[in-house]
């Protein structure tokens, strides 16, 4: 869009409001993304260790509650917060859920 705008000598107030706007939605995008991902590796490594911490018999637990609990779609929201809640350790996981917008992408 500045590219556009600028090169071509159409506008170039708009090619700087445009391609702000633009630059922006990809800034806000990035800052979403690497705030999820940090969320889930979060989630991913309490519940690595609530699992090994009590065993090898209990990874059975966490695949049967799988079991249970997913469908052919995976997990909704509360059977992934609940999987969270009965597996992690005590830590930041106990208190953090997971909300539907966060379980869209």
């Known amino acids: 869009?500045?590219?556009q705008l600028w090169d071509n000598s159409i506008n170039a107030f708009l090619a700087v409001v445009l391609g702000g706007i633009v630059g922006n939605v990809g800034l806000f995008a990035l800052y979403v993304?690497?705030?999820?991902?940090?969320?889930l590796n979060l989630?991913?490594?309490?519940?690595?260790e609530g699992?090994?911490?009590?065993?090898?018999?209990?990874?059975?637990?966490?695949a049967s509650y799988?079991?249970?609990k997913v469908s052919s779609?995976?997990?909704?929201?509360?059977?992934f917060n609940g999987l969270l809640?009965?597996?992690s350790r005590d830590g930041p996981m106990r208190s953090m859920k997971?909300?539907?917008s966060d379980m869209e992408f």
């Open 43 to 48: 989630a991913r490594q309490q519940l690595r």
């Open 98 to 100: 997971f909300t539907p």
């Open 51 to 62: 699992v090994t911490s009590r065993g090898t018999t209990e990874a059975g637990a966490v």
């Open 66 to 68: 799988l079991t249970n």
């Open 73 to 79: 779609e995976g997990l909704d929201c509360d059977a």
């Open 1 to 3: 869009v500045f590219a």
């Open 85 to 87: 809640a009965e597996f």
């Open 33 to 39: 993304g690497v705030m999820l991902t940090r969320k």
